[in-house]
């Protein structure tokens, strides 16, 4: 079990595991002016279950998120529901046998045009992982008209959604029908 520390927080006492994250500085290396509005923020405490496991968002990268979600049109608790999916909200989470990395999984491989455009180079930093999270998921549904397919395209890769999913008729499947349904859990739990 882990041990708690007294270290007092916004939202109450932090683990260990989180005290450590705070001190490690992660967190820091980002100016709170993030060029957006945070009227109608609500800060999103996240299950117990996972910050067991390490997870820890903090409230500045949710701020981060929210603006940055409302910028492009995103709907914030859709970007929190993939960073509980795809990471347990681990910002130093690294899958797909060292190919993807942080909260969003992001793997830099396909995103470099992406990563250029919006000045990021570093997806094991937080904030710079979400942003290109965000951008991508902006441009999917711009270009599908669907989180469902959004999410099938962010999951597969555009031909691997086309391939294995859309030409077989599978539209909603157990990825894109959780992270939807946790998406209106979020939204229902944060009055948004």
């Known amino acids: 079990m882990e041990r708690e520390t007294k270290r007092i927080h916004d939202d109450g006492i932090l683990t260990e595991s989180e005290a450590l994250q705070e001190e ?10 993030y060029g957006g509005e945070e ?4 800060y999103y405490q996240i299950p117990e279950e996972y910050t067991i496991e390490g997870g820890y968002l903090p409230e500045k990268v949710q701020i981060y998120t929210y603006c940055l979600c409302k910028q492009r049109g995103v709907r914030y608790a859709l970007i929190l529901a993939m960073i509980e999916h795809e990471s347990g909200y681990r910002y130093d989470c690294i899958g797909d046998d060292g190919e993807s990395f ?11 045009e992406r990563m250029n ?3 990021v180079d ?6 710079m992982n979400i942003r290109v999270g965000v951008e991508y998921m902006a441009e999917l ?4 008209g669907t989180i469902q397919d959004a999410l099938a395209a962010y999951n597969y890769g555009e ?4 391939e294995h999913l859309w030409n077989n008729g599978i539209y ?5 029908e959780d992270i939807m349904n946790r998406m209106k859990e979020i939204e229902e739990e944060l009055g948004i």
Do not use: C, R
């Open 141 to 144: 549904i711009e270009k599908y």
């Open 117 to 119: 455009d919006v000045g």
């Open 102 to 112: 942080g909260y969003m999984q992001i793997m830099g491989k396909w995103h470099e």
């Open 172 to 176: 909603v499947y157990e990825y894109n």
């Open 39 to 42: 009227d109608g923020f609500v």
């Open 122 to 127: 570093n997806l094991t930093n937080p904030y």
């Open 24 to 33: 490690s500085g992660v967190f820091d290396g980002m100016s709170m002016d």
């Open 159 to 162: 031909t691997g959604a086309k």
